[in-house]
């Protein structure tokens, strides 16, 4: 195992040369190193070609801003420590409208001040990624890891009719690639994108493979580069007319529905047999994993379903996998926010369940198997097989590359 | 798109429309928009700069202010037009970029903005048009609205000792190392309005020569909202408003005109911070001062 470390004055995140005997020292570009989850989102924008960075400290995200307050002047890039979560994000709308590929972070109490940029970004068609490591609510709350912002995150952040597309990693190697699919999504739809991950995520660190993926340039027609030889160009979300407004929201719908129908993404893990289906996204997840390992030792039958993209939720597929089983478990760090997608993809054809914990609790695995059993116990037996057209997660990446 | 337009061959052209006005405004008689845009307008075709400025708009009357002037714009949430452009600017320093803002969205919902953009020394250039009132949404009080002025919403006039005095920004602003230029002038009258074409163009000058924040507030009129007649509204900007609002340039950074830091008064604790750090501190002259012109 190599460290990732950065000393002071660092030029590059630098690499720490693994102890003598465990095989790292051999190689120049070690094949993993151990990153905070902050910062290895960080990097992964930078490699992805992010030109500009703006936000506010607020734990557990900070680490993401010392990271680009470092690095992006080493690039050459855009860098500002805004007065505020407001000016932060207004800012990424300005550098995204002059055609800049950009991104913001924060966390749960942060995202709510920028929720009314994210609509006027959303209603001017404005690319940005944001990140959210989310902390426990509301209010103040907690800076503990929570998933409470799932409603806010998927339902909508500011005013008005608009959703956006919402990225859920459960680990941070997968982190790092869903950063880069962030910008990809955010260009291809010109829309803001969110990555959604909690304090957890934010805070451990992990081994991953270095490496950041690169992505080309963004090449925008619409951005604001001075009316040079051509006719001036406005990027508002203002259409006071009726008409005007209306034909502009359903050109936004139906980008909506284009999302919907090409860029759900989600895991499944032993779904096959599976009679109690765990679902479960970020941190909440790993939890549910290690619970369907313990679960099946003890004979019970139970498998992971966990969407990557929570907008658009992976609906038809989780109705699919539900088919037949006894009964499908929530497993979230809420009070029960994403249950209720859950419940809207099942349409009651089997009973749904929730195991929530809030405040910056995570739930443990033993109390996931003891409500997987109570959720077994209470249902009917399956009614029939179970549908055999479960499939892994389509990579996004690679269709993306296509 | 900038090219002049050719002279008649038989005369020459005394008075044109500038290349970069596009539509007429919609803005009321009598208000003062109109001829803040024109300027603009003149000025940015007179440095040849128009083919490389981007207008980061605001929200209240001037909102449509991207159908009027011929050039890309952005428009930005109630406030926040300084934190855009200091986006827009970031990642596009070559180009020329300035704010175009009202006093209800500079002066309440904004100052958080405008104060840190200018403190950044953020380099691009803030037209700050200030008739003391929120103009669109009916003629509420604005905190730059005078002390005793009728508003929709301060009906028996702004009471002073519960709203508290008009925000003097400029004044304020003036005292940031990161502001190079301010000035505010009024549009009362053609000799105020040439002064305010000549303040504009120094503020797009510094941005050009990329010194940093530059400012022109312009004290301009509202008869719909002050319920007066266009007459009655520039008599009321040249009397009561611009007695309140001293006009002048009060930072020219490289000219070496700024004012000096208020300093404490009575006894002074032992050196250090700030007031250490200032290089000259006579008595404050900031209080209710009008700088000559």
């Known amino acids: ?402 | 798109m900038t090219a002049p337009t050719q002279a008649p061959a038989e005369g020459r052209t005394i008075y044109r429309r500038p290349l970069l006005l596009s539509n007429p405004t919609t803005y009321c008689p009598g208000c003062g928009h109109g001829i803040v845009h024109r300027l603009i307008a003149e000025v940015l075709e007179e440095l040849g700069l128009g083919a490389r400025t981007i207008l980061v708009g605001s929200v209240g009357c001037s909102v449509f202010a991207y159908d009027f002037l011929r050039l890309d714009a952005v428009e930005s949430p109630h406030g926040r037009a300084a934190a855009v452009a200091t986006g827009v600017k970031r990642v596009r320093p070559d180009k020329i970029v300035f704010t175009y803002q009202g006093d209800g969205d500079l002066a309440a919902i904004g100052t958080a903005e405008i104060v840190h953009a200018a403190a950044r020394g953020e380099r691009f250039t803030t037209i700050f048009v200030n008739n003391g009132i929120y103009g669109m949404t009916g003629g509420q009080m604005a905190p730059t609205t005078l002390a005793g002025q009728k508003t929709t919403s301060s009906p028996l006039g702004r009471d002073v000792s519960t709203v508290g005095y008009p925000l003097p920004v400029t004044e304020m602003l003036s005292l940031l190392p990161g502001v190079q230029y301010a000035a505010r002038t009024s549009v009362s009258d053609p000799v105020h309005v040439g002064k305010t074409k000549a303040a504009i163009k120094r503020a797009f000058e510094i941005q050009v020569e990329a010194k940093g924040f530059s400012i022109v507030e312009v004290l301009s009129t509202c008869p719909v909202g002050w319920g007066m007649t266009p007459t009655d509204a520039m008599h009321h900007l040249e009397t009561d408003v611009m007695d309140f609002y001293a006009t002048g340039v009060f930072v020219d950074r490289p000219k070496g005109i700024a004012p000096a830091l208020p300093a404490p008064v009575g006894p002074a604790s032992s050196p250090g911070g700030c007031s250490a750090a200032a290089p000259a501190r006579p008595p404050s002259k900031m209080a209710g001062h009008r700088v000559e012109e």
């Open chain 1, 1 to 402: 195992m190599t460290v990732l470390d950065r000393p002071a004055g660092a030029e590059r995140p630098h690499l720490v040369a693994s102890p003598p005997g465990t095989g790292g020292e051999a190689s120049p570009v070690p094949d993993r190193v151990l990153m905070k989850g902050n910062e290895a989102i960080a990097e992964a924008a930078i490699a992805a070609g992010c030109d500009a960075y703006f936000g506010y400290p607020i734990t557990p995200q900070a680490e993401l801003l010392e990271w680009m307050a470092r690095r992006m002047p080493e690039e050459g890039r855009a860098f500002v420590q805004a007065e505020s979560e407001l000016g932060a994000i207004n800012m990424a709308l300005g550098a995204s409208a002059a055609g800049a590929r950009v991104m913001v972070s924060s966390s749960s109490p942060g995202i709510s001040l920028m929720a009314e940029g994210m609509s006027y970004m959303a209603g001017s068609r404005l690319p940005v990624v944001l990140v959210n490591i989310m902390r426990g609510g509301p209010g103040l709350g907690s800076i503990g890891a929570a998933q409470a912002d799932y409603l806010q995150a998927t339902k909508g952040h500011g005013h008005g009719d608009y959703h956006v597309p919402v990225l859920a990693p459960s680990s941070i190697g997968e982190a790092i690639e869903l950063v880069r699919d962030a910008f990809i999504l955010a260009e291809r739809y010109r829309t803001p994108v969110m990555i959604l991950a909690d304090g957890i995520l934010g805070q451990a660190m992990e081994p991953v493979t270095p490496g950041f993926k690169h992505l080309d340039p963004p090449t925008p027609d619409w951005s604001l580069t001075g009316a040079d030889g051509r006719e001036p160009r406005s990027i508002h979300s203002l259409n006071l007319r009726a008409e005007d407004l209306e034909a502009h929201n359903d050109e936004l719908q139906a980008t909506y529905r284009e999302i919907e129908a090409r860029e759900v993404r989600w895991a499944g893990e032993q779904l096959e047999d599976a009679e109690v289906i765990l679902v479960a996204y970020g941190t909440a997840a790993r939890v549910a994993r290690t619970a369907v390992e313990r679960a099946r030792a003890e004979g019970l039958k139970a498998g992971l379903f966990r969407p990557i993209t929570l907008w658009p939720f992976p609906s038809d597929a989780l109705r699919e996998a539900a088919r037949g089983t006894r009964g499908v478990l929530a497993v979230e760090m809420s009070a029960g926010q994403m249950v209720e997608d859950v419940r809207l993809a099942i349409e009651g054809a089997v009973p749904v369940f929730l195991h929530g914990r809030t405040g910056g609790s995570v739930p443990s695995p033993d109390d996931v198997v003891a409500a997987a059993r109570r959720a077994w116990a209470t249902t009917e037996p399956a009614r029939r097989e179970p549908a055999t057209t479960r499939t892994a997660a389509m990579s996004l990446v690679k269709e993306n590359e296509r």
